[in-house]
Nanobody, 119 residues
Framework: VQLVESGGGLVQAGGSLRLSCAASGSIFGINVMAWYRQAPGKQRELVAGITSGGSINYLDSVKGRFTISRDNAKNTVYLQMNSLKPEDTGVYYC??????????????WGQGTQVTVSS
């Protein structure tokens, strides 16, 4: 299974970016898809997650600014990021809990995409 992210880049504060992450390979189903980020010198943190049923969880600091969504038919998750702030800068990683059968699932990570917000 591979997760391939796209959409990162450099943006000014107040701007927007949309991240995409497509999963491919031997996929029976995907339980949770999520976005994490890691800023220099800081621990990786969960930004937003979405279950196969559509339940969503956000990091408090991004609520009202970021929107996570997924297309189950395409095994793809998106992160729309609006009103970006310099503190949103970091490497954004896609993660997914992928089922290889009814009973087995494993966690997979993308390679990361850099998001830089200038002040």
């Amino acid at each position: 299974v591979q997760l391939v992210e796209s959409g990162g880049g450099l943006v000014q504060a107040g701007g927007s970016l949309r991240l995409s992450c497509a999963a491919s390979g031997s996929i029976f189903g995907i339980n949770v898809m999520a976005w994490y980020r890691q800023a220099p010198g800081k621990q990786r943190e969960l930004v937003a997650g979405i279950t196969s049923g559509g339940s969503i969880n956000y990091l408090d600091s991004v609520k009202g600014r970021f929107t996570i969504s997924r297309d189950n038919a395409k095994n793809t998750v998106y992160l729309q990021m609006n009103s970006l702030k310099p503190e949103d800068t970091g490497v954004y990683y896609c993660a997914a809990e992928v089922r290889s059968s009814t009973w087995f699932a494993d966690d997979y990570w993308g390679q990361g995409t850099q998001v830089t917000v200038s002040s």
